[in-house]
């Protein structure tokens, strides 16, 4: 059974840095796009940046870019999202998420992802 579990999250303070991990298993994801979502108290879950299969695409949510990076390691069946400069605002649970068949295209719709993660608590205080 396919599964993504992300490791990371905790209590950071403003201007800090996390690095969140998602571990896929069960099958191999070296042809999915992966994704990382959001969601914070009160709000739906929103598109945080993404990566094609091939590693070769990225795409960002405005409030984000150059601020956080993703990348993932295929032999581990890994994608990090390396998040710096952190502010209030990115408290939320973040998600991890697969989309088959994107080669040179990141998704940024959730409909376009079949397999997610549970999710990781990140918490930014000021």
């Known amino acids: 059974q396919a599964q993504l579990v992300e490791s990371g999250g905790g209590l950071v303070q403003a201007g800090g840095s996390l690095r969140l991990s998602c571990v896929a298993s069960?099958?191999?994801?070296?042809?999915?796009?992966m994704g990382w979502f959001r969601q914070a108290p009160g709000k739906e879950r929103e598109f945080v940046g993404g990566?094609?299969?091939?590693?070769?695409?990225?795409a960002y949510e405005d409030s984000v870019k150059g601020r956080f990076t993703i990348s993932r390691d295929n032999a581990k069946n890994t994608v990090y999202l390396q998040m710096n400069s952190l502010a209030v605002e990115d408290t939320a649970v973040y998600y991890c998420?697969?989309?088959?068949?994107?080669?040179?295209?990141?998704?940024?719709?959730?409909?376009?992802?079949?397999?997610w993660g549970l999710g990781t608590q990140v918490t930014v205080s000021s």
């Open positions: 069960g099958r191999t994801f070296s042809t999915y796009a």
């Open positions: 998420a697969a989309g088959p068949g994107f080669r040179y295209y990141v998704p940024r719709s959730q409909s376009e992802y079949d397999y």
């Open positions: 990566i094609s299969w091939g590693g070769d695409r990225t």
